[in-house]
């Protein structure tokens, strides 16, 4: 068979794709991960919170092209389509209302889902089956059923995985967890996960707590999808989902795959996770209220090597962030901070003092370079996404380290839920003896929706 060359080809799928009414953008799945010329083409999922600051990050690099949207909210779906068609200056991003429209488009490599909870398992591996490159929000699930399935999934298709915990991206949370792997507050004892508590009116709905029928651009059967049926109400929907268990995990687990996944990273437990949760403190609003998720809570989870982590929110006690503690010293990470019991661990990073940013010793004095073990580093989360998609290399935040991170959040909400402590087995992922907490690692499918294994 004659071979055509390569700039023949692109015409060729160029005029293809002209026909076909998709835009005239070739693939890096068809060029070759290495052609000169590749873009990265894209879909994004979902425009609520998550979903804007995503596209607008990968909007951001040259090598990717975002070819299509999709939204079950009309409303939602015009802003998204909109924004990509303003940025590139065309028309070329076209609007989807069905997520398995999107998957099968071939002309497409990657996607973005930022879903409300109960969907990331069935956007997710529809996208592996379709050969799709995965940046997924976190949690990973709404339950460890549905993680186990979506690790399975992207392993079986050979997918790449980046989860929106973007603060392995950010210097001070990994230079705090290379201190710890590093043992330079010794022996790791004790680890504080703080966590946000309450509700936040996201979506600023105020008193709209009424059932009514939900809005025309919204189809709100599908916005339910696989959880059970209930009425509609505003305040619970765009945004506010987190406050419903029906769809998604409160504070406890929007947060978890943030502070617990760089608390892991410290513990180097990415792929394992405790062996003992229990709980210790619990506001739990009744079942029946329409926003019923946790609003102050503290658990304890016992790790390999006795070491403890408290996962709280609404303690004055726990800091936001993540604390390890060890037996010659602390140190403490959160969103453009770090903290440390002694001055010398101070010096390992930059300090911000006002508007002066003072470049300290890469290392304090304390012989040759302390910091042997060096932890995974990016040029920026979304940027280590695509340059992943290119060689096929592991991301910072791959699908295993996302569902491992969650576990402890998830396995913390059952323990509040049956009031009583978990026993977990990290290497089978399973409950021990009690048959009643085990039931809540998964949870029934509204029809016709199926989840598969």
Not at 72 to 92: H, P, S
Not at 102 to 131: C, F, Q, Y
Not at 333 to 344: C, F, I, L, W
Request: a positive charge.
């Amino acid at each position: 068979m004659k071979r055509i060359p390569l700039s023949s080809r692109r015409q060729f799928l160029a005029k293809s794709a002209g026909v076909l009414g998709f835009p005239a953008i070739i693939p890096a799945s068809v060029l070759g991960q290495n052609a000169p010329s590749n873009k990265i083409t894209m879909a994004v999922l979902g425009w609520g919170m998550m979903g804007p600051s995503n596209t607008n990050k990968f909007l951001a690099e040259a090598d990717c092209q975002i070819v299509a949207a999709c939204d079950i909210d009309k409303r939602n779906l015009e802003k998204a389509v909109n924004t990509v068609n303003a940025a590139y200056k065309n028309t070329d991003c076209k609007g989807y209302h069905d997520y398995r429209e999107v998957m099968a488009r071939k002309d497409i490599d990657s996607v973005m889902l930022a879903l409300p909870d109960n969907w990331h398992a069935l956007t997710s591996i529809e996208a592996a089956k379709n050969g799709k490159d995965i940046y997924g929000e976190k949690p990973l699930a709404r339950t460890v059923a549905e993680q186990q399935a979506i690790v399975n999934a992207v392993k079986r298709y050979g997918r790449i995985w980046q989860t929106g915990s973007w603060q392995r991206s950010e210097n001070n949370f990994r230079i705090g967890a290379e201190v710890v792997r590093n043992g330079l507050i010794g022996k790791l004892t004790h680890v504080e996960v703080g966590l946000p508590a309450g509700h936040n009116d996201f979506a600023k709905t105020g008193d709209k707590r009424s059932v009514t029928p939900p809005p025309a651009e919204l189809d709100y059967e599908m916005w339910i999808g696989p959880a059970a049926m209930q009425e509609y109400i505003e305040c619970r929907v765009h945004k506010n989902w987190r406050w419903d268990y029906n769809i998604g995990g409160g504070q406890l687990l929007d947060w978890i795959g943030h502070h617990c996944d760089i608390a892991h990273w410290g513990m180097d437990m990415d792929s394992s996770g405790p062996s003992l949760v229990k709980p210790l403190q619990v506001d739990m609003p009744p079942r029946t209220d329409i926003w019923n998720t946790a609003t102050k809570y503290r658990a304890e989870a016992t790790y390999a090597g006795d070491i403890v982590m408290t996962i709280a929110g609404g303690h004055d006690d726990i800091k936001m962030g993540t604390k390890w503690i060890g037996t010659d010293g602390w140190v403490h990470v959160n969103r453009g901070s770090y903290d440390a019991s002694k001055p010398e661990l101070k010096k390992i990073i930059k300090k911000r003092e006002g508007d002066k940013v003072v470049e300290a010793a890469t290392a304090p004095k304390m012989g040759d370079d302390v910091i042997k073990t060096r932890l995974y580093e990016t040029p920026g989360h979304h940027r280590n996404f695509l340059d992943c998609v290119k060689n096929r290399k592991p991301t910072v935040t791959p699908v295993e380290t996302a569902h491992r991170s969650a576990t402890p959040g998830h396995l913390a909400l059952i323990a509040f839920l049956v009031n009583r402590p978990i026993k977990w087995d990290p290497v089978k992922e399973v409950i021990l003896n009690d048959p009643e907490a085990s039931k809540l690692l998964t949870r029934e499918y509204r029809g016709p929706w199926k989840l598969e294994a």
